[in-house]
């Protein structure tokens, strides 16, 4: 079993950074590969990004590549989500997933067994 809890986000404005955080209370958290999702009001959970269990490989979607960077520190139990050149289409609440497929960078929410509560980011204009 996993518990994540996600923190960072907050109210920022159009061009600002802000850095997510999510905490895992697995002693095996380094085998996990983890992912960050994001769902806006009315619209369905959408891939932000995933990194595999060591860190060397990591995925994007197309809407944040660039701006966004996730990371992860093992000795740690946590994985960040750098996020940069925020806009207002980032609105979401975020959160963060991890699945037992540690070498898996897959964008499907339903790949993941385990999910934070998620962390709201709101971009004014």
């Known amino acids: 079993q996993v518990q994540l809890v996600e923190s960072g986000g907050g109210l920022v404005q159009a061009g600002d950074s802000l850095r997510l955080s999510c905490a895992a209370s697995?002693?095996?958290?380094?085998?996990?590969?983890m992912g960050w999702f994001r769902q806006a009001p009315g619209k369905e959970r959408e891939f932000v990004a995933t990194?595999?269990?060591?860190?060397?490989?990591?995925y994007y979607a197309d809407s944040v590549k660039g701006r966004f960077a996730i990371s992860r520190d093992n000795a740690k139990n946590t994985v960040y989500l750098q996020m940069n050149s925020l806009a207002p289409e980032d609105t979401a609440v975020y959160y963060c997933?991890?699945?037992?497929?540690?070498?898996?960078?897959?964008?499907?929410?339903?790949?993941?067994?385990?999910w934070g509560q998620g962390t709201q980011v709101t971009v004014s204009s």
């Open positions: 697995s002693r095996t958290f380094s085998s996990y590969a």
């Open positions: 997933a991890a699945t037992s497929a540690g070498a898996l960078l897959s964008p499907v929410p339903a790949r993941y067994q385990y």
């Open positions: 990194i595999t269990w060591s860190g060397d490989n990591t």
